[in-house]
């Protein structure tokens, strides 16, 4: 994936950047920048990238990233028909690793800090408990100033680096090496598969996105995201698959087709290898628990 790099501080009247998001969508392409980032999405749904994670996100997504690691919040189609009614919010807050000092760092009380700055590279996905706690701490921030914010910051910090309420994102031993090259040219076969996933896509339809051959995009793709272009593609679908069987009274069948799938043994083998488990029993374990 080819995220362009984003100077934060270019906006930054001081160390902690704090913005509170109100657009039609979101409208910030695949990035990385040397700030670590906390994003708390309080309107709209869509699909989340974060290093070669893909998953679904709605209303609450809270994800704590460290520095350096590629993201992008792609909204759901219907907020780019310029409907009103839908809004993409969230409130996001910016500030360098080392806001505080090498000095404070040193210390022995810090060191859960440190380890928390390093566990983020990954990316870290905030629920349970702990989202439930600073949830409020989030949306006041934008309110405080001066030291009431810094502390404000500490008490976050602090709250996530002792938590086990929360799950990486990217996997393992993931890391990037990208340039500015091409930045634009892995965003736009992003969102147009997002925008159109639920169709056939040929590979003559994303490699023209990039001017390139399929043999040359295939390339170009796996390359740059370790994964070949119909494995995302999939993982696109299969995602989308699991919201809809959360949502929606449809058959599995008629989820299948609905995300792009035109065979129903495919969509299930597919489903088994990203999911882990067949949609039968992912729809069984989403019953149960609504019955609890």
């Known amino acids: 994936m080819k995220p362009i790099l984003i100077k934060v501080g270019a906006f930054a009247d001081n160390q902690i950047t704090i913005i509170e998001r109100c657009d039609p969508y979101f409208n910030t392409p695949f990035h990385f920048h040397p700030e670590c980032e906390l994003v708390y999405v309080t309107e709209s749904q869509g699909k989340r990238i974060v290093g070669d994670s893909i998953e679904s996100f709605d209303v609450g997504d ?62 870290m996905k905030i629920i349970g408990n702990t989202h439930e706690k600073l949830k409020d701490e989030i949306l006041s921030l ?27 994102l990217a996997s393992t031993g993931y890391s990037h090496a990208y340039n500015v090259k091409d930045n634009h040219k892995i965003d736009e076969v992003f969102k147009y598969v997002m925008n159109n996933f639920s169709k056939e896509i040929s590979l003559q339809d994303v490699a023209s996105i990039t001017n390139l051959s399929p043999q040359s995009f295939c390339r170009f793709f796996k390359n740059r995201t370790k994964k070949s272009f119909v494995q995302f593609l999939n993982e696109v679908r299969i995602g989308h698959a699991c919201k809809r069987l959360t949502e929606e009274d449809w058959s599995i069948a008629e989820i299948a087709y609905s995300c792009g799938f035109k065979n129903l043994s495919n969509f299930n083998r597919f489903f088994k290898e990203i999911v882990g488990k067949t949609p039968k029993e992912y729809k069984n374990e989403l019953r149960l628990k609504e019955a609890l």
């Open 142 to 168: 934008p309110r405080k100033e001066g030291l009431e914010r810094i502390i404000s910051l500490l008490e976050i910090l602090k709250t996530l680096s002792e938590t086990k309420d929360c799950y990486y």
């Open 62 to 123: 809270m994800v704590f990233l460290g520095p350096n690691i590629p993201h992008v919040w792609y909204n759901d189609e219907a907020y780019h028909r310029n409907d009103d009614s839908l809004k993409a919010r969230s409130v996001v807050i910016y500030f360098p690793k080392d806001i505080f000092g090498d000095k404070f760092y040193g210390l022995p009380e810090t060191k859960a800090l440190t380890d928390l700055f390093h566990r983020a590279q990954r990316g």
